[in-house]
């Protein structure tokens, strides 16, 4: 106060400042909280009213004179009111008044882009969003902080991505990266790139894709060409979608290759589901070259990537951790794993869980049976439809090996009826046992008949022969030694 006991101008202004805070806070709550109307509206006229003589009395000393926009701020928080209540067009209006009383590029005014381009989005109406967007981007410069542009045009990128109109998400990243190459923000500029990649590779263009990632492996490198191990995290989400594209293209060769090579980057610390999407690709590289053993590790670890990131992509991992324990004719449950166990009650999971059960106990009729039932649930997955024949072949082939275990001879139709499958089915089936060295026989197409060696009719002996030649080896160097 001053010598007379009334307060400084300054102080009066620093109480409408305070009041009109109070406004802002409550206008932000109240829309969601309280449902009194009459209430809100009494709040508001009091609030406003007592804004109202502060602002009077402060003009009538007249040696302060108040700053606008700070008052006429107060538009920005009670847009999103109108938002709520239906009046997207008055909203508009409000924002579009706090953009024209800034007498220069300023915060309220990227405030108020950022809101009108979230409001012509949600309202489908992409033309006049370019135009509000490209206004925002002006900002980025020289208007607000760094840190504040870039947390905003993230969220407006992420926003922005679910559309699924890709001539506009093209048209909006090919604009966004030309903007932040001039404003020099290589962090934003990156992730701007990889989601328009990200956007050419679900559409399948494979050219545009290598042209961008040319660029962006271009920027994780020195002068001389050399990876720059600092960049270890954005040389994984570079290398996440390159494999992704070669598993597309099942380029086998350069998927292994840059597999590899994003195993042995130990700089980084991704987010799990880049290391989600990384694993998964082995995995069906691994299925590829029927390597089964290796293709559950990189599963397992896929599903636990995804499991942390919280990603849906885990449940269909888990099948495929399943898919390969079955072909690698592993008698480990998948589901015994701390981490698989709380999703074996899930309904996806719950017919693989059942084919597990009756392919561990050799039951070809329940295994067809529930293929059989849930055939559009199985067959839905490319990759898991790829393996059925090979599971199928695994289980026959199981079978077939019972069934013949006691005999010396046996008919092939009467195999063929056990197996339910048609007879030059089984005679492949027994041609893969003799070429294996699972069984030793020989095939009578003539009689349809099957005849085992008397000293291996059955077939568990054949896992001695090895032992014998061994022995027998061993006798003759023992020999030549003496």
């Known amino acids: 106060a001053n010598a007379s006991g009334k307060r400084k101008p300054q102080k009066w202004a620093r109480l409408r400042v305070n009041l009109l805070k109070r406004l802002a806070t409550?206008?932000?709550?109240?829309r969601t909280t309280d449902s009194n109307i009459r209430m809100k509206n009494q709040i508001k006229r009091t609030l406003t009213?007592?804004?109202?003589?502060?602002?009077?009395?402060?003009?009538?000393?007249?040696?302060?004179?108040?700053?606008?926009?700070?008052?006429?701020?107060y538009r920005i928080f009670l847009s999103p009111g109108l938002i709520e209540n239906?009046?997207?067009?008055?909203?508009?209006?409000?924002?579009?008044?706090?953009?024209?009383?800034?007498?220069?590029?300023?915060e309220w005014g990227f405030r108020a882009l950022k809101q009108c381009v979230m409001l012509y989005f949600k309202a489908g109406d992409f033309e006049q969003m370019m135009k509000s967007y490209q206004e925002l981007l002006t900002y980025v410069k020289t208007a607000v902080t760094r840190n504040y542009s870039e947390k905003v045009i993230n969220h407006i990128l992420d926003s922005v991505s679910i559309s699924s109109n890709s001539a506009f998400l093209q048209d909006f990243y090919e604009r966004t990266i030309c903007s932040l190459e001039e404003a020099k923000n290589e962090r934003l500029w990156f992730k701007t790139n990889l989601k328009l990649c990200k956007l050419w590779f679900e559409l399948r263009e494979f050219t545009r894709?290598?042209?961008?990632?040319?660029?962006?492996?271009?920027?994780?490198?020195?002068?001389?060409?050399?990876a720059d191990q600092?960049?270890?995290?954005?040389?994984?989400?570079?290398?996440?979608?390159?494999?992704?594209?070669?598993?597309?293209?099942?380029?086998?060769?350069?998927?292994?290759?840059?597999?590899?090579?994003?195993?042995?980057?130990?700089?980084?610390?991704?987010?799990?589901?880049?290391?989600?999407?990384?694993?998964?690709?082995?995995?069906?590289?691994?299925?590829?070259?029927?390597q089964w053993t290796e293709a559950a590790m990189d599963f397992f670890e896929a599903f636990k990537s995804y499991d942390e990131a919280g990603q849906a992509r885990r449940v269909q991992c888990l099948k495929y951790l399943v898919?390969?324990?079955?072909?690698?004719?592993?008698?480990?449950?998948?589901?015994?794993?701390?981490?698989?166990?709380?999703?074996?009650?899930?309904p996806e999971i719950m017919i693989i869980t059942s084919l597990v059960t009756a392919y561990q106990q050799n039951s070809i009729s329940d295994f067809e049976?529930?293929?059989?039932?849930?055939?559009?649930?199985?067959?839905?997955?490319?990759?898991?439809?790829?393996?059925?024949?090979?599971?199928?072949?695994?289980?026959?082939?199981d079978v077939l090996l019972n069934i013949i275990k006691p005999y010396t001879t046996i008919h092939i139709p009467f195999i063929s009826g056990k197996l339910r499958v048609r007879e030059?089915?089984?005679?492949?089936?027994?041609?893969?046992?003799?070429?294996?060295?699972?069984?030793?026989?020989?095939?009578?197409?003539t009689r349809q008949l099957v005849e085992l060696t008397a000293e291996l009719g059955c077939y568990a002996k054949s896992e001695f022969q090895g032992a014998r030649s061994w022995t027998t080896s061993t006798k003759e160097r023992l020999k030549a030694f003496v």
Not at 26 to 30: D, F, L, V
Not at 427 to 445: G, H, N, T
């Open 26 to 30: 409550w206008t932000m709550t109240w």
């Open 424 to 445: 030059i089915e089984v005679e492949s089936l027994m041609v893969s046992l003799i070429l294996d060295s699972r069984i030793q026989a020989q095939i009578d197409q």
């Open 369 to 397: 049976s529930i293929l059989k039932a849930h055939r559009d649930q199985i067959s839905e997955d490319s990759f898991i439809r790829e393996y059925m024949e090979d599971l199928l072949k695994n289980i026959r082939t």
């Open 209 to 226: 894709v290598k042209k961008i990632l040319k660029k962006l492996h271009t920027s994780c490198q020195h002068n001389d060409g050399s």
């Open 49 to 73: 009213s007592k804004i109202s003589t502060i602002t009077r009395r402060v003009r009538r000393r007249g040696r302060f004179r108040l700053r606008p926009l700070p008052f006429d701020g």
């Open 323 to 346: 898919l390969a324990n079955m072909l690698m004719r592993s008698e480990v449950n998948p589901f015994d794993a701390q981490e698989a166990r709380p999703f074996k009650t899930d």
């Open 230 to 290: 600092r960049k270890g995290t954005q040389l994984l989400e570079i290398f996440a979608i390159e494999i992704q594209m070669y598993t597309e293209q099942k380029n086998n060769k350069k998927l292994k290759e840059l597999y590899q090579r994003a195993l042995t980057i130990k700089s980084a610390i991704p987010h799990p589901r880049i290391l989600g999407i990384i694993r998964e690709c082995g995995g069906k590289m691994h299925m590829a070259e029927r």
């Open 86 to 106: 239906g009046t997207i067009d008055c909203a508009l209006k409000g924002f579009a008044s706090v953009i024209s009383m800034e007498p220069e590029k300023g």
